[in-house]
T-cell receptor, first 113, second 115 residues
Framework: AQSVTQLGSHVSVSEGALVLLRCNYSSSVPPYLFWYVQYPNQGLQLLLKYTSAATLVKGINGFEAEFKKSETSFHLTKPSAHMSDAAEYFCAVSADTGNQFYFGTGTSLTVIP | NAGVMQNPRHLVRRRGQEARLRCSPMKGHSHVYWYRQLPEEGLKFMVYLQKENIIDESGMPKERFSAEFPKEGPSILRIQQVVRGDSAAYFC?????????????FGAGSRLTVL
């Protein structure tokens, strides 16, 4: 079975500061990992995904995430926050067995001018 | 190439009425997932369907909720005798196949308000 834990339901950063959103996963099989972003009143959009290739994954809008098996983590980072990054971010895990996707509870990112 | 289409975007029902939410997957996608989102609770999995088959409904409430994905037409999430606690955003997502590496593509959601 798989599960995802997102630490910090709300994160605030200043514009231009580093963004770090945490995600830890649990999986009994090699996982696939995803980060999605949700803007107000919209559906979820894919930011990036890890599928067992490079452990450092680059996504859209300057975001990236690093898969660390030893820490069972897949934290999302961006070097410099922009006002337009304010949104809800979801981490998700899946596997080839069961074809099920499990989402974290989300982290709301606020960017302070 | 249209994405995942959900309708209606907003639905208002009185307690005891029925709500029907529709989802047309992306072209070429044969797998549909339904999720419910409540404020501060993230996305809760409800049901996973392929054409004419329910693969996993472990997240569906045992009563009043049902889902289908017929051979022709959209997937439908049906809520009978709605109660205030059913008020939420319901998201549909589709994927092209059975691999967990496949990306879920989400619709914009249907927001149900029960008065």
């Amino acid at each position: 079975a798989q599960s995802v834990t997102q630490l910090g339901s709300h994160v605030s950063v200043s514009e231009g500061a580093l963004v770090l959103l945490r995600c830890n996963y649990s999986s009994s099989v090699p996982p696939y990992l995803f980060w999605y972003v949700q803007y107000p009143n919209q559906g979820l959009q894919l930011l990036l995904k890890y599928t067992s290739a490079a452990t450092l994954v680059k996504g859209i809008n300057g975001f990236e995430a690093e898969f660390k098996k030893s820490e069972t983590s897949f934290h999302l980072t961006k070097p410099s926050a922009h006002m337009s990054d304010a949104a809800e971010y979801f981490c998700a895990v899946s596997a080839d067995t069961g074809n099920q996707f499990y989402f974290g509870t989300g982290t709301s990112l606020t960017v302070i001018p | 190439n249209a994405g995942v289409m959900q309708n209606p975007r907003h639905l208002v029902r009185r307690r005891g009425q029925e709500a029907r939410l529709r989802c047309s997957p992306m072209k070429g996608h044969s797998h549909v997932y339904w999720y419910r989102q409540l404020p501060e609770e993230g996305l809760k999995f409800m049901v996973y369907l392929q054409k004419e088959n329910i693969i996993d409904e472990s997240g569906m409430p045992k009563e009043r909720f049902s889902a289908e994905f017929p051979k022709e037409g959209p997937s439908i999430l049906r809520i009978q005798q709605v109660v205030r606690g059913d008020s939420a955003a319901y998201f549909c997502a589709s994927s092209p196949g059975t691999s967990g590496a496949n990306v879920l593509t989400f619709g914009a959601g249907s927001r149900l308000t029960v008065l």
